[in-house]
Structures are given as structure tokens and as C-alpha cells.
């Protein structure tokens, strides 16, 4: 760790703030420049974390050396990690596509997407009971009902489910009704969420959020493995920019990021990472290309009638000339399907 | 609301459309261009909504008129909202201060700190208890215990406390320890939670979150009014942009535009506005100046060894400066101290 | 065009309005609603721009309907253009790669590069002579001198030859010795600039700037083309965000916007896209994926010893390997290699 | 300066950047840490620039301590540099605001115009003759024409003179009609420009571009200082982000940011920065709470005749009332209208 400090710091806060690192056992380092004074800290920085040494008046800035996440790392795990996913495997050599609807509307619905689905190749169902929605006069997801249809049609399919879970008190519920979770961009950070996940040792899909610095998405992921659940997926799906010719800029950038920083596996959701029908097939083949490990995609019966992000679905036919077209990119980047 | 078709959507599909707005009691418009047709629907659009015309296959795009939100609205309610903070109004041609630790320490601290805020001024006391963390290995909170210290200091020294929810679990806990709650920035979309609090009537502090537009925030805010409680106080607490100088951009646009928009107070955090301390005096006084109706500031008895957000923390004697300094701009935006 | 008005707008206000769009020849449309009067204007809007109805004290808004670019834009313009680079093609169904080092720096440098990467299958040669740098105290090119070096190496090597300019009086020069104009970022915007290339007939390949939306790229294309020159190739090169793991953010999602919009060729540069090495190669084959047209990427004989950009330039070893890998994506996307 | 090894950096390449850190005459440090090895190099870090370390294949990446600015720091100039404005001075105690129409477009309009604003206490008069505009379809400014009629009016007025340049062959023509140079936001990183402008002595007003950091900003202003012109006036005019309420968002986080860094006078421009002529007002008010040293106010004799920006142009009795308004701010910030 590397302490910057301000130009009129004195000799004798210096000489306070390397005894205070001194005591924690790491090796101090005075370092003064012509116009600054640098102090440096070999050994576990994470320890020096505890000295908050930022809010002293003296220092202008700390400049970590390392990243503060360790679970999630590379460094310390580096072979890629595979995630069962009810038996699909997430990760490594496999390719895996994860579809369906936004929201689960009724059963009709899901049976009808889901046998379209299967057929054109998609290994996971997906489906909201619980939607965050920006506006409250907006549908809110069917809950418990929803993830009733959602078991019994994934069941019948005998496809593995993912199901988001925006609240501690549900995760209890969710678990018993999907193969694994979702955490939505808005929950990123729902810490105390992410900690109730940890306890499970079901997968959880966690999504980046919309103003999450990749390296905010790993630490998040980091509380999931520090709680004891190993079994984390990530998933770029955009982020916040000036940009409105799409709903969300999706950063295909953070795949090839992640792989280099972390071991987890990580999936693209390129119909949420864009808000445009249009644009879900190349960004898909796109996301195969850089290195993804999977991909979510929104599909939909009737997506003309769908009670939420139907602007964003995929038509039945649309979502099976994907598959047939993702095929030779897959294969490209050195993957099979799972 | 108005329509926009695609280029080369049919006559036979606009009628499908024209027909649906009609059918829920709309009158429906047929404005055929000479690139484009578009059609428009007077009435409440909010109704509008209900057919998510944007993921009809012939639809360009949806442009509404009206924000979605109403009772947040200015234009259904004119009057500004004076919300009381446990007797402090915060409104209208009031303002008020409201300071303390980012976190609940230790009752030593809580008890030092605010009896210096409260003899500069301030009127109301803020702490954490539970703290929401990027990193799991960082300070997480005093929970329960740190609720126990803060209603025992601000009933000592006679003060309104504010302290951050972070789960719906916990809404009735914080309700019987605190006068207001506080949900942060990550938590703004986090509409269970926003739906637990309407149920309360204790005020409620929603703070912007960092990818968040305006009317995100107002939307936001709607949950908890449609749900019975009408004392929100919103807060501009900083944006997610590029800018690296400061740990966010505080956006002090967002103080008029909300004045225009809506009748709800709004306050501003400099202290996370910023993350750092020299900016917070300059920064506080311009949220003055643009007609905010309060302020949030981070005072520690010894910010260099605070636990979380040191750096951005004031010391006694500088918020005591700040307040003095406050005065004529106060004055001079036709506000008298709370 | 639609024009909303203020809530308090007036009666006689909106008919002052509608009388000065029909006077303009334009059908106006009046669309009273219960909570705002909504104006409307068939026709071709761009004439109505001349109006700036913006500026009206009645007018909350005004939302076009189309964009403002025509000569750039598919609807005008249903097929492909593709753009000859000395006779080698960009567009349609041919993928081109454009390589060479950010910056000329000696006769011996491009040579052995040039070598490199012409043996490696690129068919173009890029090399900046004039180095628009954030500090002046930077390496800021070798202006003419490098200009000879470019024209002389890629004569040598018979490949175009691809340089910035970077200001209206060097127009004439940078002609004289190169294939085409490059446009940076920083210069997308710069009108003058644009306009007199619009009066070269040598192609320009003009790069999305750091804060310009998708539609501002047009625009500025459109600038270039109303001048007479229709050999427009629009660059992708990443836009400024919050994601500090970049140095920019690549915004892939603006190629199939790109196709949806405009029938000019799009390229992409994943070297100042991501600023990384390790990204680009990824990166490169994802732009092949979502229907890029090209890439450029920055190769040097030595980055370890570049003057500008080594980070982010390839080993020729690198761009060999990735030349190979790209492969089997670009017949993937049904494209071949120029 | 810092240099963070690659995880798997050998000693020997260690050892190679040591000895070019201490062939320069710079102090080598060598931290080999659990994780990491850390390089340091004490001494002026700005000649370590010239070894680009950063393209090395041992090198993750380089921090360095010092901003790479000089001149426009603070740390070499700590006393406020003061402007003259054709005899206006713009910094230290004083307050001054520049107003005038977003462009000149004619000679009635400019008289009408600046005997409103003169009357009103306006110090400077604004008025563009060459206007960069997205569209090449839209009004493009007078060119020389205007340039004489903004001289004849600020002559008629004893008014000094303010206007923007946009391309190096116009600087000798502007600098002959008008007092002070404007820079536009597209311009900011246009470094022959800036260069161009270095060589004259008159003042240049240095916009903020929508992409620029505000480290960004001050390297800028080092080139126009770094040619030998001191009469750099800094102005924050919004940047771009996700927020669309607002044109552009106005930072004024950078006043006291800049203020801290740097030397120079900045004033704010809340006409571009918010785009809204309502939000003008109490932007400018807390630009002066925030220690601005100015204001560029866009004041129209009728805005909603306006050819530019007639949104965001102030009606002349509303520019009379924000100037009454001002007073009591720009005294309770301890400074004097100029």
C-alpha cells in the first residue's frame, strides 16, 4: 500500500503514521520525494484497511497495491471454476444458454415458451416471480405462484430453473422452488442478501449493476464466498452511461477483464445489456467471442403481449435462428455447448 | 403519448394499435408522415401502460408525455411539503442541518460528537448502525446495539435521530430505536423495502442512488407515498461519472429540477457528494444556494480514526466554522435555520 | 415533431404556435390532453428546426420524430457502401484489418512492423505523424517527416496507408501522402475540420469521440458527406464511463446500431478501446461477431520501447496469433477477409 | 512514481527497470512484496514519463504521485492569479459575469441585447461568431460579420469582448475584433489551437470538454501557459452523464476542486451546463457559493426567436433579477462584483 502525503505534512505525522503500520506487522517504507512525501506498507494490506489511515489529515491519498478481494481471485485459484448448474455445467470448456421469459405470466405461457425453447437448444429456463419495477403502478411478478409454474414447468422439461430473489425473507422459498438464484443489478450491493445467498450452496446468478465498477462486482461476489457458497456465477448485463440508442451500455469489455482477474465463471445477458430486440443476436455472438461462458437470453410466446420488457424478447423463431447462427462462434472460441 | 412506428410497419398494423388505444377508452390519433406514421392516445397514459405497445413488432418506439410518477408530482400537489423530523420541519422556507458519524462507534463517540454538532447548530442527529460495505472484510456496523446507542444520545441531548435501513426485517426495529430512516444510495431500488416503509409514517430519507435519474428518484419516492406514507424527504447524495477527483459527482441540478418536478423536500449530502472533506464546506453552501432545504454532513469527534468514510468526515471545530459560514447564504436564498 | 407544452400554456400561445408551423407549410396538429396540450407538425421536420420552438416560454419540450441526419442514414440509403482504401474494400460483405504503431518514430520502426504485419495478413497501414497528446510535454509526433516515412514504407510494401489529421491547414499535406484521413476523437467535432475533408475525395475514417452518442457520430458524418465526400468509415474507439478497469469503455453495441442506421461502413479499434494488450485480441474477435466491418489495431516492433501507447499495442507475435484466431469468426459472421 | 509488477515479473526484469529508473538520475526503490514486487522511482517523475514504462510485459501498471501539470499547479503558484479582461479582472476578491447572446445575429439584436445586460451590471459581453454545431443543417454563426458587429457594439458599450475560436487560422481575425479568446468544449483537447493561443497574450477562456476530468482541464490549460500566455481563465460548463433532465450536468464539484489544485481563475457557465433557462438562476447562485470567480450567463433580447440555444437564453428582466439576486451570495462569499 502506498500512502501519499500532502505537500505540508510534517516529519513527525509521517513518523506517526509508519509507527502505526509498524504495529500492525508490516514493514514501513519513508520514501521522501522533492515535492511529496510517499509512505509504503509491504505485506497484507487488507490489514492496513483497518487503519482507515484516509481520514488523516495528513495523508492525501492511499493507493492500494492490491485488489481487495481474495476468494474471487485468480491469483489465489488460478484454474477456471465450473458451476453445476442442476447439472449443466457453467464454465471452463462448456457453453451454456439460459432462456425464457421476463416474468412468469401464467402457465400457458411458460409451457408454450419453454417447449420453443428446449427445442431450439437452451439448457436453463428463466423466469421472474418477483420483478423490481421502476414504477409502482407497474406488474409486480406473481410470486409464490409464479415460482409454483415456474418448478412445475421446468420440472416437466426437466430443465434446471433460475428464478430472481430481491429479499432476504424470500430466499427460503425461492430455494425450495428453483435450481438457483438470480441477483438482479439493482441488488448488487444488498449486502445483507448476498450474505443470506452465502448460506445456501445453491448457484447464484449475480448480476452486475448498473453503476458497479467491475471490481465492485467481485467484491460482491466476494461476500457470497466468504459466507461458505462457492457456486457463483457472474453476469455483465450494462451499465449506466450517456448512451440512449441502448437501454443500457453492455460492457462486453468486463468478460475478458474477468476471466483475467477472477476464476469465476461469468455469463452475458445481452436482452437486458441492450433493451432492443435487434440487438440481442449480434451482442450475443459478440459475448461468445470475447470469452463468455454463457449467455441469458429473454424469450417470449408472444412478446407483443408480454407484461414486461417485451421490447426486449426474443420471438420463439427469432431465439432458434440464434442458436443456429451461435453455433460456428462457439465453436471458434473453443467451447462446446453444454 | 405519442407512438413512433417503424418504417416499414403497415396500415393493417397501425389499425391493430389505434384499435387497442381505443379499446381501453382512449382517443386514439393517426398522424401519417411522410418517413414515418405515428400515433398519438389522449388521455391518462398512465393507463397506457397496460399494453406495453413497446414490444409490438411494428412499434419503434414509445415517447410518453407524462412522467409516470403522481403524487410525488408538483403538478397534482403545488404547495411544497414541509415534512417535521421530530418536530424539526424540513421544507418549505426552512432549513435544517442534520450531522453526525457516517457510523455508530462507540457511545463515547456518539456522545463527544454530538454534543459539539449540537452546540454549532445542528438539529438533527445522523449515525449508522447497520452499514452497507463493498468489502465483507470492512466494518459492517454495531447493528441493534448501535440503534441503542443512538436513541440513548439523541434523547440526551434532545435531538431527532436518522439512521439507514438497509432490509425490511429490520423496518420495525430502526422504527422503535430512531425518528427517521435513511435508505442509501444502494438501496433506492430496492422497492420491498420502499413499500415496508410506506407502511410507516415516520419520515423517510431516500437517498439518489448512483445510477439513478431524477425521476428513477421520484419514482422511487411514489412507492412509499402509494403506499400511505407521505413524509419523504429525498436527498441528492452524488452520481456515478467518469470524474475521479471526487468519489462521486454531487449533482446539484438535481436540487431545481426537483423543486420544478415535485413538492417533496430535498436535502443534500456533500459529505458522500464528494468523499472528501475540503470539498464539503464550498459544496454545502452552494446546495444553499440552489435552494436545497437541508443538509446531511459526516462530523467525527476524531475523523482519523474513524471507522468508515474518515476522509470525508468534518472535525468539530470545522463544522463549527461551516455553520457559521452557512449563515448569510442561508439568508441570502430566503431560508431561515430550522 | 411533436411540442409539448407547459402546463400553464396558454390557448393563444399553442395558436401562435400552430400558425407559425403551417406557415412554414407544415400540417400542425392540435392534441389538448387533461394534463398538458401536445402539438404536433407533419412534414418534413428538419425545416422545422429553422423555428427553434425550444426557446418559446410555452414549450416544455420539443421531441423529434426523425433524426436529423439524411445523407448518412439507411432509410435514404438501403444498401451497404463500401469504401475502397486504395483498392482495398471496406464493407459489405468484406472484414478488413488496418494495423500499424500509434505513432511514426523512425524509418527502421515502420519497416519492421510493416513487414510484420503485411506477413500476418493486414491490409492496411496506420501510423500517426501528428500525436494529439494530453500533456504537452509528451512525444507529439514527427509531422512531415513522418508523413514521408508512412508514404515511403507503405509504397515500399504496396499498402494504403491510414494518418490523422488533425487541423484544417494540414489537409492539403496529409493528401498528399496518404491513402486516407483519420478523424480522432478529439477532433470528431471539430466542424471545420470535417468540412474540408467533406471537400477531399479520399476516404476518411472518422472516430466516435469520447462523449458523442451514436447519433452524434452520424451527424458528424453527415458534415463530411453534405460536402461532397461520400467515403465516410466510422470508427468505434470507446466512450468515457465510470469503469476505471479500461481506459475507455468499447461500446460494441454501437456496431449493429450502427448497421440499423446508416449504410456506411463501421470499424473498430479495440487498442484505444480498451488500452490493455490483453484486451484487444477478445475484443477484435467480438467486433467481427456483433458485424464489424474491419478493425484497427495498433501493432509496434517494440512496445516494451514505444513513445506513445505501448500498453495497449500488440507484439507482432500477438497480432499474428490473433490474425490466425479471427479466422474462423470472420466466416462465422459470413464475412471475408479483404 | 510507482510501478506495480506483473504477478509473475522475474527479478531480472526487475532488475532491467531499476537500472533505466536510475540511468535517468532518478532514486531506484525496490519493494518486493507477498504478492507483488512495487518499484519506485524518487526524484521529478515527469522525466520518467519519457521511458514509458507502462508498454513493458512486466509492468501491470504505474501510478504516479504527482499530476503531470506544472505552470497552472497550485504547489508552484499558491497565490491566485488574477485576469484583466480588458481591464475587468476575473479572480481573487472579485466576481464577474459576462453575458450576451449565444450568438451574434445582428446588430439589433446585439444592441438591443447588451444595453439590457450593461444596465444590469454585466462586466463583459459575450456573442458568437462562428458557432460549432451538431447539425450541419443549422445556423453556423456570422463568421466575420459578426465578429465586426460584436466589436462595434462592445465599443458603443465600453464593454470588453468575448467570443469563441474555433480553428487556428481564425485566432489572428479574432484576436483583432475581440478582447479574450473562447475555447468551446469540442475544442479543449484541439492542442494546435491551444498551442496557437499560447503565442497571444490576450485571454483565453478554457471551457471544460464533456469528456474531460478535470486533470484533463488542467493539462489543457498548461499548453496555452506552457507557450508563454499566463491569461488562462478556466470555465466549468457541464459535463456528460446518464442524467437527461439536464443537457449537460454542471460539476460544480470542480470549482472547489480546481480552486485546490490550481492557480487559476474559473468561472461557470450554467446556461450550457444545465441547458435549461430555469435552472440558470440557482446554478449561478451556487456557483458563487462554491467560489467561483464568475459567471457566462446567455442573455437573449428574445429567446424564442433566438437561432441557438433560445432554451437555455435568459429573457432580459430575468437576467436583471439574477443579478439582484446575486448580490447578497457573491458578499456572503467574501468577494466583490468586479
New interface residues.
Given amino acids: 500500500m ?1 500512502i ?1 502525503l500532502k ?1 505540508n505534512a510534517t516529519k513527525a505525522q509521517a513518523d506517526e503514521l509508519l509507527a502505526r503500520i509498524a504495529a500492525l506487522g508490516l514493514k514501513p ?1 519513508y ?6 512525501t ?1 509512505l ?1 506498507a ?3 494490506e ?1 490489514i492496513l ?1 483497518s487503519l ?1 489511515l ?4 495528513a495523508v492525501e491519498r492511499v ?1 492500494p ?2 485488489a ?2 481474495k476468494l474471487v481471485s485468480r ?1 489465489m485459484h488460478p484454474h477456471d471454476t465450473v458451476v453445476s448448474l442442476g447439472g449443466v455445467p457453467i464454465g471452463g470448456p462448456h457453453f451454456a444458454v439460459i432462456a425464457g421469459p421476463c416474468a412468469v405470466e401464467s402457465r400457458e405461457q411458460m409451457m408454450t415458451t419453454t417447449a420453443a425453447i428446449k427445442a431450439a437448444g437452451a439448457r436453463g429456463l428463466r423466469g421472474g416471480a418477483y420483478k ?7 406488474f ?1 411478478g406473481l410470486g409464490r405462484e409464479g415460482l409454483e409454474i415456474l418448478k412445475e414447468v421446468a420440472d416437466h422439461y426437466s430443465m434446471p430453473s433460475l428464478t430472481e430473489v ?4 424470500d430466499v427460503e422459498l425461492v430455494e425450495e422452488y428453483a435450481t438457483a438464484f438470480q441477483v438482479g443489478a ?2 448488487m ?4 442478501l448476498l ?1 443470506a445467498l452465502g448460506q445456501s450452496r445453491k448457484p447464484v446468478v449475480l448480476k452486475r ?3 458497479a ?4 462486482l467481485l ?1 460482491a461476489a ?2 457470497i464466498l ?1 459466507e461458505g457458497n462457492p457456486n457463483v456465477i457472474l453476469c455483465e448485463r450494462g ?8 437501454r443500457n ?9 474477468i ?2 482477474r477472477s476464476h469465476l465463471p461469468i455469463v452475458v445477458d445481452p436482452s437486458h ?2 433493451g432492443v430486440r ?2 440481442v443476436a ?2 450475443a ?7 463468455a461462458d454463457g449467455l441469458l437470453i429473454e424469450v ?1 410466446c408472444d ?9 426486449q ?1 426474443l420471438y420463439p423463431e427469432q431465439f432458434a435462428t440464434l442458436m443456429r ?1 451461435l453455433a ?2 462457439v ?3 473453443g467451447k462446446t455447448f453444454s
Fill in positions: 502506498i501519499v505537500r517504507l520514501m521522501p520525494g522533492t515535492e511529496r510517499v509504503g509491504l505485506g497484507d487488507r484497511e482507515h484516509d481520514g488523516h489529515p493507493q497495491i492490491l481487495q478481494y491469483e423490481p419495477r421502476t414504477s409502482p403502478y407497474a409486480q430481491v429479499e432476504v425473507a439493482r441488488n450491493q444488498n449486502f445483507r450474505k449493476g448498473m453503476a465498477r467491475i471490481d465492485d467484491m466476494e461476500y466468504a451499465i449506466q452511461t450517456f448512451e440512449t440508442a441502448t451500455t453492455l460492457d462486453l469489455n468486463a468478460v475478458p477483464v476471466k483475467s445489456g441492450t435487434e440487438l449480434p451482442m455472438k459478440a459475448a461468445v467471442a470475447c470469452g417470449h412478446p407483443s403481449m408480454a407484461l414486461s420488457d417485451g421490447k424478447s447462427e460456428p462462434f465453436a471458434a472460441a
